[in-house]
Nanobody, 124 residues
Framework: VQLQAFGGGLVQVGGSLRLSCAASGGTLSSYGWFRQAIGKEREFVAA????????RYADSVKGRFTLSRDRAKNTIYLQMNNLKPEDTAVYYC????????????????????WGQGTLVTVSS
């Protein structure tokens, strides 16, 4: 499976961006987004299962970010609203062919496929 992420950029505090991640070459069962800021470890943002069901969000993005997917386009999205300076990071989409339970979706080590990352910079 190949993942290609795009949609990052420079945005002001309070602004919005939508990240996209196009998948090809296989079936996705679990998918999500992680991010890594300079000098920090990669952290979980949001994840869900391709078949549907509950979506997990990091506490820091709840109510501001929305994860979704388009079955026909085999693409996943991360709508980010009310962006804050602390959201500045490289965002990575991730996917796996296994359907992980809700409690495991936030574990980056369970995802076999990763996109190349797209930079989001929130300026104040």
């Amino acid at each position: 499976v190949q993942l290609q992420a795009f949609g990052g950029g420079l945005v002001q505090v309070g602004g919005s961006l939508r990240l996209s991640c196009a998948a090809s070459g296989g079936t996705l069962s679990s998918y999500g987004w992680f991010r890594q800021a300079i000098g920090k470890e990669r952290e979980f943002v949001a994840a869900s299962r391709w078949s549907g069901g509950s979506t997990r969000y990091a506490d820091s993005v709840k109510g501001r970010f929305t994860l979704s997917r388009d079955r026909a386009k085999n693409t996943i999205y991360l709508q980010m609203n009310n962006l804050k300076p602390e959201d500045t990071a490289v965002y990575y989409c991730a996917a796996d062919s296994h359907t992980w339970n809700t409690g495991s979706l936030s574990r980056s080590d369970l995802y076999a496929y990763w996109g190349q990352g797209t930079l989001v910079t929130v300026s104040s």
